[in-house]
């Protein structure tokens, strides 16, 4: 990049950017300085043809989460920071004059204007940028507001006006709205990879979601490298890769590749492969395959490759394979390399159909998300008398800043904050305690920046227990939970304003023992229609044979919390409540709405199940909120919903002086189970 090169953007124009996040946002605050989980696609067989969906061409490069500003951040769909891989990139990322969070992929084009991944490859091995391109796609955050929540097709018009006049080595990813079917034959004819179908109206989750389909025009796979051949003739490095997968949950041989590799790249292959040679075999050869076993090299299952096929041979192996590249953001693992059969595009008809199902009846299955390995270790939570022993037994952390200003309407200090949880821990813990946890912290008090964290540092002290799961995407991560009042407060220490639960408990963190549907009404509802339309679900919950209790929420609406014995896994859980909200919304269309798009909620309110899907929470009982007054969610009786006048009744003030109801207390310890 020219160093001289000034912003095109005048101060107007930054400013109009941000009020326009600020006005999408309404008022979520998004983790700056933090890495968040890309959305990831589900492959399709065909591309949709409706005006629902938009449409972008398959670019083969790298996925990278990058973060402009003065604090420039670049992170592969793992989290790995690949700062010192492009630093022209990170160069490129301080010229957009404001801070925001771009999703995109980092290309090298060719001649014709494709993307080469080999070309990448040796572009940034040689430190070569004048070829590299960053094609952005998504537009997470702009000045610290969070626009995940905001439909995409809004979030890609912000986004294409932050990138008018910045640098041309940013390319805005342009779509076509409808005519799938034409796009993809477009992209087969000019030889591209495929195409993206998103739904304009999705929303920005973590995961795979079936809102973004992936179609490809040559079918690839990814498979274990396990083993090579020696070259023969002229060639160099390595002959052939071994190829293996996953197969009932042993590692088989799949055949062999040989051809789409280049000598330069045979030979730094065979660089990468000496080092985890092995010598027993990984696999076990067929008696068929005509290879004589003393000219495979083996090595240890560690390296991916990306493969094009054209289908399978009777024997189970690929046919005229040709390799594509090493995929460097995969590991070896089962839940890494899962293949879910692409999905048809029948999907909204089966919506429709298991919408019109009661939820006793039972669900459609849509493979949409695919939840990871149980835990790597499992420790009991530890009982509800430890979780109470009292403050003097136990480490208390110092608290640091404490006439810090934390509530500036209320006038609440971070001393208040702490002295309020300390005297809330004893009911709080009985709730969170045990759980993973997802927190928001505020470091200037509710006016600051807000961050969304939910994985352990070294900073929480030894009272926060780490705790290592596998992750949707098949990668481990070390997530956090506390069980005890020592660590409680040291969270709040660290400035920590909201605690957020998982559904489930460490000892069993494959089955949730609680499913949630949180009310979310469009502004201008009245709280009569939404205490109704929490006591609508109460209904419907027991003809399902199901019992709830109430929880204020602290914010704009109601919780209504469904115990469970924790039998189920999550996507029975996550397929249910689906179901429940979608039967809701067919029902009563005029009242409801089973989506998260703000177009659709307008005059409704959103019966949130989002909240059941494995690795999201919902916040706890007896949890501050980040809002004017200090509100706190508080779980109450059916009995009081009917007299409470707010879902903010409760805050700092008196709160902590409320205990589980009884009638709570019972559905808790006689817990439901689903009916799947």
Known sequence: MDAARKPVKTVRDVRTLKRTAARLAQGAKFPTGEFVEPMLTVASSTAPTSDDWLHEWKWDGYRLIGQSGREPMLWSRNGIPWNARAPELVRMLTSLGVTAVLDGELIVVDASGYSDFNALQRALAENDASRMRYIVFDLLSLDGHDLRGVPLIERKALLEKLLDGADPRFFYSTHIIGNGREIFEAARGRGMEGVISKRVDSLYVQGRSAQWLK???????????????????????????????????????????????????????????????????????????????????????????????????????????????????????????????????????????????????????????????????RTGTGSADKRRRSAAALAIPELSSPERIVYPDAGYTKRDVFDYYRAAAPQLLDEVGGRLLSIVRCPQGIQGQHFFQKHVKSSFGPAVKPFRIRENDGDEATYFYIDDIAGLMSLIQMNTIEIHPW??????????????????????????????????????????????????????????????????????????????????????????????????????????????????????????????????????????????????????????????????????????????
Do not use: C
């Open 215 to 377: 179609i490809k025009t040559a079918e690839t796979r990814d498979f274990v490298v396990v083993g090579y051949t020696p070259p023969k003739g002229g060639r160099q490095g390595v002959g052939a890769l071994m190829l293996g997968h996953y197969q009932d949950g042993s590692l088989v041989y799949a055949g062999r590749v040989g051809s789409g590799m280049t000598n330069t790249f045979l030979l730094e292959l065979q660089k990468q492969l000496r080092v985890i040679e092995v010598d027993e075999p990984v696999v076990v050869i067929p008696g068929h395959v005509a290879l004589p076993k003393t000219r495979i090299q083996w090595v240890r299952p560690q390296l991916v490759a990306e493969v094009f096929f054209r289908g399978w041979g009777k024997e189970g192996l690929v046919r005229q394979a040709s390799f594509h590249r090493l995929r460097e953001d995969k590991p070896a693992t089962i839940a890494a390399l899962e293949q879910p059969e692409p999905i048809g595009m029948n999907a909204k008809k089966s919506r429709a159909a298991a919408a019109r199902k009661t939820p006793a009846a039972g669900v459609a299955k849509v493979p949409v998300k695919t939840p990871g390995m149980s835990a790597t270790k």
């Open 503 to 676: 559904g489930s408990r460490i000892d069993a963190l494959e089955q949730p023992d609680r499913m949630v549907f949180d009310l979310d009404p469009d502004v201008g509802i009245p709280w009569s229609d939404i205490r109704a339309a929490a006591r609508d679900v109460r209904d419907r919950l027991r003809d399902a044979g199901l019992e709830s209790f109430p929880k204020l929420s602290g914010g704009k609406g109601v919780h209504v919390v469904v115990p469970l014995k924790p039998k189920a896994d999550w996507g029975q859980v996550r397929a249910f409540s689906e179901a429940f909200a979608d039967a809701m919304e067919q029902q009563a269309p005029e009242r409801y709405v089973a989506t998260m798009s703000k177009a659709k909620r307008k005059g409704r309110i959103f019966i949130d199940w989002l909240r059941n899907g494995r690795g999201a929470t919902s916040v706890g009982s007896w949890s501050l909120r980040a809002r004017e007054n200090a509100p706190a969610a508080v779980p109450i009786t059916w009995a009081e919903l009917a007299r409470v006048r707010s879902p903010a009744r409760y805050t700092l003030a008196d709160a902590a002086q409320r205990d589980m109801p009884d009638e709570a207390r019972r559905l808790i310890a006689k817990a439901q189970p689903l009916p799947v």
